[in-house]
């Protein structure tokens, strides 16, 4: 079956430190990959994407996501992170091949400490 | 510019009663979707559709029914609400070509 995996429930990390917020996935084909962000009481709002090309992508707010196609990962990153930053991150996938739909993981709790 | 609506933004139902939700959304997107979104489960594909006049099913589409009339609107009907159908309930839309998706802002509902 295809899937996403956000292995960690939630992320701490404190103001000016940098932040890794994991996923990895098991699908066919070349996948495209996303990462959304959800502040409380809002919807999703989409961060960066990785469809063909440079391995490193770099988003919205400062994040970047690295693809690895040998270790079927994507994970998002930050230099230096802020208090502001603290939300739900998600991350998902189009399958190649598929028309479109995306997978989502379950999500990763960040939170940011002054 | 209002991107992608939601109404109601709240909503409680008796079991067994009936609602519509309706999603509207300005960009002249092509698809749009309708997810459910319970903690720990992430977000749940109910329904999609992929122009005016079409929607098929996604992973959890028992419970709910879905109309594309007009290509702007995508309603998500709940004919019998049942306790297992309270969740956040969020639209999305996109263009063909590209494929991330927008975000309208949720609906909560509650099915006591």
């Known amino acids: 079956a295809q899937s996403v995996a956000q292995p960690e429930d939630q992320v701490n990390v404190a103001e000016g430190n940098p932040l890794t917020v994991k996923c990895t996935y098991s699908v066919s084909g070349n996948p495209y990959l996303f990462w959304y962000v959800q502040y409380p009481n809002r919807g999703l709002q989409f961060l960066l994407k990785y469809i063909t090309g440079d391995n490193l992508v770099k988003g919205s707010y400062g994040f970047e996501a690295e693809f690895n196609k040998s270790q079927t990962s994507f994970h998002l990153k930050k230099p230096s992170a802020l208090v502001s930053d603290s939300a739900l991150y998600f991350c998902?996938?189009?399958?190649?091949?598929?028309?479109?739909?995306?997978?989502f993981g379950k999500g990763t709790k960040l939170s940011v400490k002054p | 510019n209002a991107g992608v609506t939601q109404t109601p933004k709240f909503r409680v139902l008796k079991t067994g009663q009936s609602m519509t939700l309706l999603c509207a959304q300005d960009m002249n997107h092509e698809y749009m979707y309708w997810y459910r979104q319970d903690p720990g489960m992430g977000l749940r594909l109910i329904h999609y559709s992929v122009g005016e006049g079409t929607t098929a099913k996604g992973e959890v589409p028992d419970g709910y029914n879905v109309s594309r009339l007009k290509k702007q609107n995508f309603l998500l009907g709940l004919e019998s609400a049942a306790p297992s159908q309270t969740s956040v309930y969020f639209c999305?839309?996109?263009?063909?070509?590209?494929?991330?998706?927008?975000f309208g802002p949720g609906t909560r509902l509650t099915v006591t």
């Open positions: 999305a839309s996109r263009r063909r070509v590209s494929y991330e998706q927008y």
């Open positions: 998902a996938v189009r399958p190649g091949g598929s028309q479109g739909n995306l997978i």
